[in-house]
């Protein structure tokens, strides 16, 4: 289990009761036993969305599994009604020998806070971050990979020349489209989606008190009218939203400009900090405020 793995959040695969997903986390599915070297697929659910998680998902094989796992049925999940994919998981998960995949559950909180410090991490690098370190976890597990295929992510030639630099001896694809173009990122698309549609359909609010939040959010998409009326219909005018909310995104920040309660930063500590500190005048030239206060002096010899 990878260390930040909590079995007591809502996975497809480790049913538990749900909890507030406010930390990111991983999970894997058990290690395939068959020989390598093996393919691996990788893609993710929720870019977009201005509520829940993201998610990054891989799913790999054997090469010689290559031809059975092209008849299986994988394809880009958004074109898939949610049975389907649930079916596929199953899938993935019926032949734990040959097939393996695993999911990388970046919180909302995560996103947001990695996209307002300074210097910001954006949404690219976070998902960069997120696939490096699955690959990186599923070598550890003693897999051979062979051909490790992306979903595009920026520019496809500079991601794909950074990965094989990262990775040596394995032959990296980075392609528009490549849940479309291969199945292993079907796979891949297949968990990541399924996954989030868990993590959003159980998630347990942790805010308490007087707020009682509701469930209606509709897609999370900002273009979303459902999303933008729950968006509107929950702000809490002193805290602003739950954490399932993604604070750091325009929508959010414009809602929260417009109705909530202003606040106004002063700056009245460090600015008496500075004038205890400054220095006086005449005979106290040399001493600061705070020094004359607490009758302090100094001394050349101990």
Same mark, same amino acid.
């Given at each position: ?226 999303? +933008? /009326?729950? %968006?509107?219909?929950?702000? =809490?005018?002193?805290? !602003?939203?739950? @954490?399932?909310?993604? #604070? ?21 500590? +460090? /600015?008496? %900090?500075?004038?205890?500190? =400054?220095?006086?005048? !005449?005979?106290? @030239?040399?001493?600061? #405020? ?13």
């Amino acid at each position: 289990m990878s260390s930040e793995e909590s079995s007591n959040v809502l996975v497809p695969s480790a049913p538990g009761p749900a909890t507030p997903i406010t930390e990111s986390y991983t999970y894997h599915s058990p290690t395939p036993a068959a020989a390598g070297p093996y393919i691996l697929g990788v893609d993710e659910a929720g870019r977009g969305p201005v509520l829940g998680p993201l998610v990054y998902g891989v799913a790999y094989c054997p090469v010689a599994y290559k031809e059975k796992l092209d008849d299986l049925g994988f394809a880009d999940s958004k074109t898939l009604n949610a049975d389907t994919r649930s079916s596929l998981l199953e899938t993935l998960s019926s032949d734990p020998s040959n097939l393996g995949w695993s999911v990388r559950v970046v919180s909302p909180q995560a996103i947001s806070s990695g996209m307002i410090k300074k210097p910001p991490t954006n949404l690219n690098q976070q998902s960069q971050e997120a696939t490096i370190l699955l690959i990186r976890e599923v070598l550890d597990r003693g897999i051979e990979l062979a051909e490790v295929y992306v979903d595009a992510l920026g520019n496809t030639t500079t991601y794909e020349k950074y990965l094989s630099g990262l990775f040596p001896g394995i032959d990296f694809t980075v392609t528009t489209k490549a849940d479309a173009k291969f199945k292993i990122v079907g796979a891949a698309s297949v968990a990541a989606k399924v996954t989030r549609d868990a993590c959003i359909e159980g998630w347990c609010f942790e805010e308490t008190g007087e707020a009682e939040w509701s469930t209606g959010f509709g897609s999370g998409y900002p273009s979303d009218p459902n999303t +933008q /009326a729950w %968006l509107k219909g929950n702000l =809490e005018p002193t805290f !602003g939203f739950p @954490k399932l909310v993604r #604070f750091s995104w325009t929508t959010v920040k414009l809602l929260l400009e417009k109705d909530a309660h202003k606040v106004k930063w002063t700056d009245e500590g +460090q /600015a008496s %900090l500075v004038k205890a500190f =400054e220095t006086g005048k !005449g005979l106290d @030239k040399d001493r600061c #405020f705070v020094t004359k206060d607490l009758q302090l002096s100094s001394v050349s010899t101990l």
